[in-house]
């Protein structure tokens, strides 16, 4: 059952790249993540308040969203901390790089909730499971070479750093995940709505620090795939957090699954965007997919 509602998360997460793609081109990154949030934090406000005030209206629902205490709360908060920084990394990376050369190497993110997984949580992995996580790290490698065509050099390209550190800390978001709502136990719709808020308070001294004295210099401009970035997040997110709440999941195999969200990205750059080397990165991305397989079957 949970695997089945992670193979629905990556689908609305690789849309949800798309949108981030086109909304973040030529436009003013931070501001782009304020009303994105913003667009989550509307779609949760109904739901927060009836819970709040009239518990009984969505008691027994999916949709119910309690409110536990403040020290939870306050892990929330942090989760929140941890999940802006991973995006304004990734933002401002993709703002300047191929969504075909972002995707993969956000696909990496596996790897290192894998390690986590096992050193921090100590979930084990069969040696099938870990050959998959090998095969998508030389797939990558791979992909690092093609990027070179592209004028991308790993080693001397600050938006390639920021990729990986915005991978990595996401890694660090999902063992944070596993460990809210199966060590915790903070319900899973606490710990997604409340986020929301978090996310959007947070952006704004962000906006007012990173954008407000250039203001005159970064023109943002308002496109409609904006709203949907929030959309489409709360939607993965959704099923994301749901999985994870059942008994026997493991966020190692769901970080892997939910990663399959690069074959979304991959045919955006090929059919959207018109990206170079669409045929050899479409031929090392078998190997990571292959290696998402594995760790899918296993």
């Not at 793609?21 to 949030?37: D, G, R, T």
Request: proline residues 4%.
């Amino acid at each position: 059952m949970w695997v089945v509602l992670v193979i629905i998360s990556a689908l609305f997460l690789g849309v949800y790249d798309i949108f981030k793609k086109i909304s973040v081109k030529e436009n003013v990154v931070v501001l782009v993540l304020l009303f994105s949030s913003a667009t989550s934090l509307l779609l949760f406000i109904p739901l927060i308040v009836i819970s709040l005030v009239a518990p009984e209206v969505l008691a027994d629902s999916l949709f119910f969203i309690p409110f536990t205490n403040w020290h939870d709360q306050f892990l929330i908060f942090i989760k929140s901390i941890i999940v802006l920084s991973s995006w304004i990394c990734s933002f401002y990376a993709m703002k300047y790089l191929p969504i075909s050369i972002v995707g993969p190497i956000r696909s990496s993110s596996p790897m290192w909730t894998l390690f986590g997984a096992v050193l921090l949580l100590h979930e084990s992995l069969t040696a099938t499971q870990w050959c998959g996580i090998l095969l998508i790290i030389v797939s990558l490698l791979l992909y690092s070479l093609l990027g070179r065509k592209e004028g991308i050099r790993f080693s001397h390209n600050v938006w390639i750093y920021l990729i990986f550190l915005g991978t990595i800390l996401g890694s660090v978001s999902a063992l944070f995940d596993k460990y809210l709502i199966a060590q915790c136990g903070i319900p899973k719709m606490e710990v997604q709505a409340y986020f929301s808020v978090y996310q959007f308070l947070l952006m704004i001294p962000v906006c007012l620090f990173v954008w407000y004295p250039k203001r005159n210099e970064k023109v943002f401009e308002w496109r409609w795939t904006i709203p949907f970035i929030g959309i489409f997040l709360v939607c993965a997110d959704f099923f994301y957090f749901y999985a994870l709440s059942i008994p026997g999941a493991l966020i190692a195999v769901i970080s892997a699954i939910r990663r399959s969200n690069v074959l979304v990205s991959f045919c955006a750059g090929a059919f959207l965007f018109k990206e170079q080397n669409i045929l050899k990165k479409g031929i090392v991305l078998i190997g990571v997919l292959v290696g998402i397989g594995i760790l899918y079957l296993n």
